[in-house]
């Protein structure tokens, strides 16, 4: 029987599939919930950064609380999502549970985290992931810029605590391998590729902007797994668009160490964790694979280079433009 155990981030994980940070994992009940299914960890939904803002009631580092980050955080059920209620909920879980559980922490600034990724770690988290993003609204602002404060947060929470930290990018970078190159030097233990938004929309017949819920992207994650897995000194997760057992497998083979999922369990039922994973292992067994080393990364961008397994064809995770796939095509 093939052995889907795998490490991640340093912890030791039955199986790759790990249920990603969302309203599925903002309870005990979540948590458990994740565990029965199958999931080989958990992450938990985001503290996030205006919520900390507004229990405290400072001011951002622009000196301004987002009265929409208020409403945002009270529609969402999130302004009793307190640091010590995600505590609590780890002490219950770890009791019930022996899976990993990653708490996640959304920050801007680098101010604000390491009490919190401190109290997380002493309440029995196994790791952290750090949900970075900024969206570059300002005219004055170069992109490295908001690059370098990703490290910095880094920087200071790795100060904090001892237990791995990851940290989830967003896609909207100007250099994706630069950044993981930086963060894997300065201690990040994992990245997770990628973030996902809720996008902007225009109402005509109202006249109004409103939001609308946003989408992993499969083919993104995986070209950037490709691309970094093996070449930045630090695991790599995808996260995006994983709908199927034959997704997992290729961005096992693009070199992901653990795949992520999120929407599939909100569309199907939980026990769709399970049936990927009797499909993974029947490919494994199928394919020669006693374990998940033996094919992780075994398509990545790295490999292919190296091995000249299939010269020409690395350039399918760099390759952007139209010409050659319609010349193809003909
Ligand atoms: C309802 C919902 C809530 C989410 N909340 C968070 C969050 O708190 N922190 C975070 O890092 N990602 C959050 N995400 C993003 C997911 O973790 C994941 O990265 C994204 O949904 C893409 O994966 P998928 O295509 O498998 O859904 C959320 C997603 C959904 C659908």
Redesign the pocket.
């Known amino acids: 029987m093939a052995d889907l155990a795998t490490s991640y981030m340093g912890l030791k994980l039955r199986n790759p599939i790990i249920v990603?940070?969302?309203?599925?994992t903002k309870t005990t009940e979540g948590i458990i919930r994740c565990y029965d299914a199958g999931a080989g960890a958990v992450?938990l939904?985001?503290l996030?950064e205006e919520q900390f803002l507004i229990r405290e009631n400072i001011e951002g580092e622009d000196g301004i609380i987002y009265p929409e980050a208020l409403d945002y955080l009270r529609r969402g059920g999130l302004l009793e999502y307190a640091p010590e209620k995600i505590c609590q909920m780890i002490e219950e879980a770890k009791k019930e549970i022996n899976i990993p559980i990653i708490a996640?922490i959304?920050c801007q600034s680098p101010r604000l985290w390491p009490s919190y990724a401190r109290q997380f770690e002493e309440a029995g988290a196994d790791g952290l992931?750090l949900?970075i993003y900024f969206l570059p609204i300002s005219l004055d602002s170069p992109g490295a810029e908001y690059e370098e404060y990703h490290l910095k947060i880094l920087e200071e929470v790795k100060k904090a605590v001892s237990i791995p930290v990851a940290v989830?990018l967003m896609s909207q970078l100007t250099s994706i391998p630069y950044l993981g190159y930086k963060l894997a030097r300065a201690g990040c233990d994992a990245l997770?590729l990628?973030?996902?938004f809720v996008e902007p929309d225009i109402d005509v017949k109202n006249l109004k902007t409103r939001n609308i819920?946003g989408?992993?992207?499969?083919y993104q994650s995986l070209r950037w797994v490709a691309l970094l897995a093996g070449r930045v000194d630090c695991d790599v997760a995808s996260?995006?668009?994983?709908r199927k057992a034959e997704d997992v497998i290729k961005q096992i083979l693009a070199g992901a160490s653990a795949v992520?999922?999120?929407?599939?369990l909100?569309e199907q039922k939980f026990e769709v964790i399970k049936n990927i994973l009797s499909e993974v292992e029947a490919w494994m067994e199928k394919h020669k694979n006693a374990t998940i080393d033996d094919f992780k990364g075994e398509l990545s961008f790295k490999m292919q280079e190296l091995t000249f397994k299939g010269v020409g064809e690395a350039d399918a995770y760099f390759r952007a433009q139209y010409l050659k796939a319609y010349s193809r095509a003909k």
């Open positions: 990603s940070s969302s309203d599925l992450v939904k985001s996030f996640s959304n992931e949900n989830k997770v990628f973030n996902w819920i989408k992993g992207n499969f996260s995006g668009g994983v992520q999922v999120c929407t599939i909100y």
